[in-house]
């Protein structure tokens, strides 16, 4: 059982951020100072991937260790299955307390979260202090007169969740994305993130220091309807945004081609602009955290670790949201800072989002569940190694992609199969799967292999 003076870790996860929107990471047209400050304090991972570019097989594997593929979570209808164990638990059973604030997606199908987001089948995960937040949608289902969830009970205590209610379904009508690029019709305090950010910093401020703990804060943001409040929206107005990844419908599944999208470059940049917006509201709560971290004196004794469930195409290949093979939608960030990990460094280890759940027990000192996919990346924050994984994968129900340093293939179910060049083509426009049958085959042996 870990001491009372083990270390505390603090897991900070955004939803559906891209890798590359990240000041740390060479884009100047967001402004994320904290998380930044995180990067300089710590290891910035430069080639992090999900294993399931969608909110509830990413978390899940996370929470489990186990890649989404092999336990058959792999769309939004999934709960975790309760015979496998997760970190959570593990740490709980060893002496931390364990905390949420936020979206967790473990049973998203299950639209009640509870008065206080702490509905029981939470305590079983493994949590000791919850608050299970809506997710964005999810805050918007059903009727407004009947507030399923912490945020949404905050919002009717304050007389806002009918016009937030009749936004989101006005959005729905027009798009969630093109049609509805709009700021929220709720302040910056009342909007979730605030809410989350606000809640997140209040439970570092007041939890008791006697055992150590982990807390696990997720943003719903900057997942669509992207929806800033008014004077985030206002701070990138006029910004420059980057042009987006030309579509080509040639070597592309049919499933991709219905997906794919007309817009203007006007509209792109709106959309950008707004997402972009949405992700300094986070920095700004990241802040927030950091500050309630250091007023208690327990910066030099926690671990923090920034990432994202899975990415955002934002125009790219004309898509948009997730649930694509393509580097926007499966390509993460991953920041891990704390005692004894290197400032400033960056890492070009290939790095799976569930590797965080046995590196996590590595840093509390707990032993991870048995038998898991996930492996612990713990050596390379301390300098002991520099390469972790030769290939990772991600999939959904209808794709399976393999992703090496220098290839990618994607088994697309019943279409054709994509190899891409990612040195020579890293916006994934020519597929040369005709042209390389061998590499294929090569790669798609690997493939299988990998869930032997």
């Known amino acids: 059982m870990p001491a ?17 929107y990240l000041g740390c990471g060479g884009a100047d047209f967001v402004d994320t100072p904290n998380i930044d400050r995180l990067a300089a304090s710590g290891i910035r991972f430069a080639k992090a991937f999900t294993n399931a570019p969608v909110c509830a097989p990413a978390r899940i594997g996370l929470a489990t ?11 939004n209808n999934s709960y975790l299955p309760a015979r496998l164990p997760t970190y959570y638990q593990a740490l709980r059973d060893s002496g931390y307390r364990v905390g949420c604030v936020g979206k967790l997606d473990l049973a998203k199908p299950d639209p009640y979260n509870g008065r206080h987001g702490d509905r029981p089948q939470v305590y079983r995960w493994g949590f000791t202090h919850p608050e299970e937040c809506e ?12 507030p399923h969830g912490p945020y949404t009970h905050y919002l009717k205590d304050r007389g806002l969740l009918q016009a937030f209610w009749n936004d989101y379904r006005m959005r729905a009508r027009q798009g969630w994305i093109l049609g509805a690029s709009h700021y929220s019709v709720l302040s910056t305090e009342d909007f979730e993130d605030s809410y989350i950010g606000r809640r997140a910093a ?3 401020e007041t939890i008791p220091d006697d055992f150590p703990w982990h807390l696990f804060v997720s943003f719903v943001g900057p997942h669509d309807p992207f929806d800033p409040p008014r004077e985030y929206a206002e701070q990138f107005r006029n910004r420059p945004m980057p042009d987006a990844v030309p579509k080509n419908r040639n070597g592309k599944p049919q499933w991709i081609r219905n997906r794919q999208q007309e817009f203007s470059a006007e509209e792109l940049a709106r959309i950008r602009r707004q997402y972009c917006a949405l992700i300094k509201l986070i920095d700004d709560q990241v802040g927030a955290l950091l500050d309630a971290l250091a007023a208690r004196d327990m910066l030099e004794n926690t671990y923090i670790i920034f990432t994202s469930d899975h990415g955002e195409m934002l125009g790219d290949q004309g898509l948009f949201q997730k649930q694509a093979p393509y580097e926007p939608s499966i390509h993460i960030p991953l920041i891990v800072s704390g005692p004894g990990i290197e400032r400033g460094a960056v890492s070009d280890a290939l790095v799976e989002m569930s590797d965080l759940n ?13 038998d898991m996919d996930a492996r612990s990346f713990d050596q390379i924050l301390f300098g002991e190694q520099r390469e972790h994984r030769t290939e990772i994968v991600s999939a959904l129900m209808n794709f399976t992609c393999l992703r090496t340093r220098a290839h990618k293939y994607v088994d697309n179910r019943d279409d054709m199969p994509e190899l891409y060049d990612l040195q020579n083509d890293p916006g994934e426009t020519r ?22």
Not at 68 to 73: K, M, S, V, Y
Not at 358 to 370: D, H, K, N, R, S
Request: glycine fraction near 6%; aromatic fraction near 4%.
């Open 202 to 204: 209040q439970w570092i």
């Open 135 to 146: 997710g964005k949608m999810h805050a918007a289902q059903g009727d407004p007169s009947a």
């Open 358 to 370: 046995p590196t996590i027990c590595a840093l509390a000192g707990v032993a991870p569940a048995p």
């Open 65 to 75: 260790g186990m890649h989404p593929a092999r336990i058959g979570t792999l769309d």
């Open 431 to 452: 597929n040369i799967a005709e042209d390389c049958p061998d590499q294929v085959a090569t790669m798609r042996d690997r493939l299988q292999r990998c869930f032997e």
């Open 4 to 20: 009372h003076d083990a270390p505390n870790i603090l897991l900070i996860m955004t939803d559906q951020h891209r890798w590359d």
